[in-house]
């Protein structure tokens, strides 16, 4: 089974990928949580739904085990569900040597890493991930919940001791949650590398081949291209920041729409769209993006701003944005595929990349 190490600063932990993950891991992680006083599982309603039957099956041999099932979507990343999850935390007697497994996708994992890390000041915590989005979102130790004026806004860097992606859990998505996820598939290649770019511009043509053509190795490498970037600079004092490409003014849409209206990923094409318009415009940026916009729609994704945005609300959230210092906002651009820079925008820059795409 593919294994890829993240060598953070804080901690070295293994990220296991196959078709068949979870069950070639279960005998060594039951084993492993056999060491701890109590284990905190933690998921949404969808993924309770659908598998969490696999873990319970698994984990029976466990002594004492804790499920708490938690609504689906960005609902989960609120301060009322945080409150909620940490009180049966407590009332279950939880103690610094007990374990959480975060089993769902990227909310799950934010929202259980952020329980973890803040739960007796620290206890450990593995993860499960179980959508394409949380190839991205599983791996650096990035966890946090949201603000109502912004994304992930409440948070840390805290490094799971685990992360065990069953891809074969992928088949239950709905096609938006696999577009969703895919658009940081896509992230990944653009700061990073032109030829994954290329294969996943020549594989995967239609939303069908999201289910019929294997994305293991694919995935693989996205979280090879985060691993390396975290190795680097794990708590974004630098080139980490990279890794946001496409989110500053996609968290900001998320935001504005009430982290509701639009998936996480689906902000983010957003975003990679106004970046690159940025791109050419700062950096002349050599990229053949009608080809590539084309490629998004037969996926599926929507390539123009939706109508009717208020550029005023959208600009005070990306005011927001976690690369914000001093009031600047610092946008991640491409020089060219694979060579991203961060450039410190004014207003009337960001302003004016906004009119063009509206236009």
Do not use: C
Not at 194 to 208: I, N, Y
Not at 213 to 231: C, N, T, W, Y
Not at 264 to 289: K, N
Not at 313 to 331: I, P, R, S
């Amino acid at each position: 089974m593919p294994e890829i190490t993240v060598h953070a600063a804080s901690k070295t932990y293994p990220v296991y990928i196959s078709a068949n993950a979870l069950e070639e891991t279960f005998p060594k992680l039951v084993k492993e949580l056999g060491k701890y006083s109590k284990v905190f599982v933690l998921t949404d309603e969808n993924v309770a739904n659908y598998q969490l039957d696999k873990l319970q099956t698994a984990f029976s041999q466990l002594a004492d085990v804790v499920y708490y099932v938690t609504p689906s979507g960005e609902t989960a990343k609120t301060f009322p569900v945080y409150e909620a999850v940490m009180t049966k935390a407590i009332e279950e007697g939880l103690d610094r040597k007990s374990a959480l497994v975060a089993f769902g996708g990227g909310v799950i994992g934010d929202l259980g890493g952020f329980v973890a890390a803040t739960y007796m000041r620290g206890i450990a915590f593995y993860q499960l991930p179980t959508t394409v989005l949380a190839h991205d979102s599983a791996v650096g130790g990035k966890v946090a919940i949201n603000h109502p004026l912004g994304k992930n806004m409440i948070g840390n860097f805290y490094q799971p001791e685990a992360v065990i992606y069953d891809t074969s859990l992928l088949q239950t998505l709905s096609e938006r949650e696999m577009r969703s996820g895919f658009a940081e598939l896509i992230k990944h290649a653009l700061i990073q590398d032109h030829t994954l770019l290329t294969a996943l511009m020549e594989t995967f043509r239609l939303p069908s081949d999201l289910y019929t053509k294997d994305l293991s190795s694919f995935l693989a490498r996205g979280i090879e291209i985060k691993a390396q970037i975290v190795a680097e600079d794990e708590t974004e004092q630098g080139v980490r920041a990279f890794l946001n490409f496409g989110h500053t003014f996609g968290h900001a849409l998320e935001a504005y729409g009430g982290f509701g209206k639009w998936l996480h990923g689906e902000a983010v094409i957003y975003g990679m769209l106004y970046a690159i318009a940025m791109s050419q415009q700062v950096y002349q940026l050599d990229f053949d993006v009608a080809t590539w916009k084309k490629w998004l729609a037969k996926l599926g994704y929507e390539v123009h701003l939706p109508a009717a945005l208020d550029w005023t609300a959208l600009f005070e959230n990306m005011k927001h944005d976690k690369k914000t210092t001093y009031g600047q906002v610092n946008m991640v651009l491409l020089k060219k595929i694979g060579e991203p820079v961060i450039y410190p925008a004014t207003e009337q820059e960001l302003k004016h990349i906004f009119d063009e795409l509206n236009a």
